[in-house]
Structures are given as structure tokens and as C-alpha cells.
């Protein structure tokens, strides 16, 4: 994914709207999505940086997760003489995006699947290489993006240790021998979407009976993880980069077959910003940043040490070399 403009889609303002489940099921405190109604643009303060390709406003959604990479981006930028600042939660994707567009904001991290359905509600594509590729094509010319991070934020099935011990889980397929014994966990919209539980049967074999279906409308939060610790339910449907995955060793099945989209972190900003430099600055941060790495940031803040996101931002960019010129 290159950083140019695009000059052969139009702005597709017609498109602005919720996209998807996933999106509205990823409101928590550390979705890939953003979720809430807040968003500091609408109390003032200044704007984007203007015409100044060197001043960056890097702003961030309204969740966790966001402001830590929205920090790191912003300290990597400085470090190789950028004059870069924050504007943090500003709301969802239907916020920051035209932030980005008009210019209230010059940058910002996102995720590709949903940025994907975004601007193309009828996308298909579900591999990163694949998603990668059609967001390049579906981003108006006042958008550009850089290389697509290794770190995903995404939908999973997860299992406790013991499960996949006993049943010898590694990859989603391996749950459909055993599908009529598990009790299935993940908000109410799970049962019903095609990349729920339809597309766990239609790609994997994994027919969860009805009946075994329990919805817990909290978007894969902590009444999901109790119950599935618990042992109330077998599976369930968290995000890949939740901390009470590590926190509780449970296990993420892999997705091999793509059941659902990829959502690696992406930097996207504003087409008049674009240049060299800039590009490398994020190449090198979304070089860095793994799904692993994305999880000890999410422990490091919402874990038992409590970092601000921005002290962990700026002790990860340290720790990485990213607080030196990039070569």
C-alpha cells in the first residue's frame, strides 16, 4: 500500500455510516472499532496543522488502544523531526475519518477490514493481502495509508487452556468434532452474521446447536471472559488483542480460512501530508508493531500496572529504537 493520492475514486461520502456488526460489537474499552458518542472536535480547540507537511496532528478513537499507537506514532514522528502533537478520543470511525478528510486531524491509526467496509460496504475480501489491496483501491483521493502493521485487533474463537489441552485445539476446524458438546458464548448479532456462527459452520464444520448458543450482550468483555473461565461456556468470541487473553493463558484458535476479515493496524492520513518521510516514520513503526506486541502495550495500560497510555507509548518506542531517526 503506497501513499499517493487517489486519483480514480471519488470522495464517497454516501457511504459514512455504521458499517457492520463487528463494528458496533467492538465498542469496548480496547475493540478495533470505537464505538461512543464523544468527540472532542465539536468543543473547539484548534485544527488539523494545515498546509505545513512537517506539523502532524495525530488523533486517536475513543478507545484504549487507539491513543497508545496514535501516542506512538506521534513519538516516532518527533523523533525524526516531525512538530507532531495529539488530539486523543475522538469518537468512531464515522467521526475521525472526515476529521482526517477536512482536516481537523492530519493522522490517525485504524484497522483495514472495517476501514474496508467503510468506505465499501460491499467489500468481500477477508485476507490481509486481500483486504490490503481492495483498501487501496476503495480510498478517496483525499485519504492515503501507509504499509499495513503485522498487529490485528480482530474477532476470534477462544478457548481456555484446559479445552484446548483436553480436545487438542489449534485451529478452529479442530472444534468440530466436539461441536454438539460446546456451549458457545459471544453477543446475541453472533448467532445470526455470516462471520458468526453460519460462517464457523460453512467454513469450518462447526455446528453449534441452537440451543447451545448463550448471548452475552457485553461485546466480548468481562461477562464473557468470567463465563468463559467459569467453564458456563466452552468458546467464545472475544478480540484478539483483549488482555484478559494473556491474563487468563486462554487460547485464540487460528483462523486459517479467513472466517473473519482481517484487521491489521493501519496509519491513514491525510493526502496533503504525504511525503517520504512520513512514509518511512510509519513504515518503520507498523514494521514493529505485532499482534504480541499490541498485547503487552494493551496489559502494560489496562493491566495491573496502570501506564498512561502515552508512557507506554513512549517506553515501547524507546525499546524498540523508534525513538532515533529512521534510517
Known amino acids: 500500500m ?3 493520492r487517489r486519483t480514480r475514486h471519488p470522495r464517497r461520502g454516501s457511504v459514512r455510516l455504521a458499517t457492520t456488526a463487528l463494528v458496533a460489537s467492538a465498542a469496548l474499552a480496547l475493540s478495533a472499532c470505537g ?10 480547540g484548534e485544527g488539523g496543522s494545515g498546509g505545513d507537511t512537517n506539523a502532524i496532528v495525530v488523533g486517536s478513537a475513543n478507545f484504549t488502544e487507539s491513543e497508545i499507537i496514535a501516542n506512538i506514532y506521534a513519538d516516532a514522528l518527533r523523533a ?10 475522538i469518537g468512531s470511525r464515522e467521526a ?4 482526517v478528510q477536512d482536516g481537523s486531524i492530519d493522522l490517525i491509526p485504524d484497522y483495514t477490514g472495517n476501514l474496508l467496509l467503510y468506505l465499501d460496504p460491499e467489500a468481500t475480501a477477508t485476507a490481509s493481502d486481500e483486504v490490503s489491496a481492495a483498501l487501496t483501491e476503495a480510498l478517496p483521493d ?17 478457548v481456555t487452556r484446559e479445552t484446548a489441552e483436553r480436545w487438542n485445539l489449534t485451529n478452529i476446524s479442530d472444534l468440530a468434532p466436539y461441536a454438539g458438546e460446546v456451549r458457545f458464548g459471544g453477543p446475541p ?3 445470526e452474521r455470516p462471520v458468526g456462527l453460519p460462517g464457523l459452520r460453512d467454513k469450518y464444520g462447526v455446528d453449534i446447536p441452537a440451543a447451545n448458543f448463550v448471548p452475552i450482550s457485553d461485546g466480548g468483555g468481562p461477562a464473557t471472559v468470567a463465563a468463559l473461565v467459569s467453564g458456563e461456556i466452552t468458546a467464545a468470541n472475544l478480540f484478539t488483542t483483549t488482555p484478559a487473553i494473556v491474563e487468563n493463558d486462554l487460547v485464540a484458535l487460528a483462523d486459517p480460512d479467513n472466517n473473519f476479515p ?5 496509519p491513514v492520513y491525510n493526502s496533503s501530508k504525504a511525503s517520504d518521510k512520513l512514509t518511512a516514520v510509519l ?11 499490541l498485547l503487552a502495550l494493551n496489559q502494560e495500560v489496562s493491566g495491573a500496572n496502570k501506564t498512561e497510555p502515552a508512557a507506554a507509548a513512549s517506553a515501547w518506542v524507546a525499546e524498540q529504537g523508534l525513538d532515533k531517526p529512521v534510517q
Open 262 to 266: 482481517a484487521q491489521n493496524v493501519v
Open 189 to 191: 448479532e453472533f448467532a
Open 142 to 158: 483525499d485519504l492515503s495509508a501507509s504499509t499495513p502493521a503485522p498487529a490485528e485487533d480482530k474477532d476470534a474463537v477462544v
Open 283 to 293: 513504515n518503520a513503526v507498523s514494521e514493529k508493531l505485532t499482534t504480541v506486541e
Open 35 to 44: 464505538g461512543g458518542a464523544s468527540n472532542p472536535l465539536s468543543s473547539g
Open 80 to 89: 525524526n523531526g516531525f512538530d507532531a502533537s495529539t488530539r486523543l478520543s
Open 2 to 4: 503506497n501513499t499517493t
Open 96 to 99: 475521525y475519518i472526515p476529521a
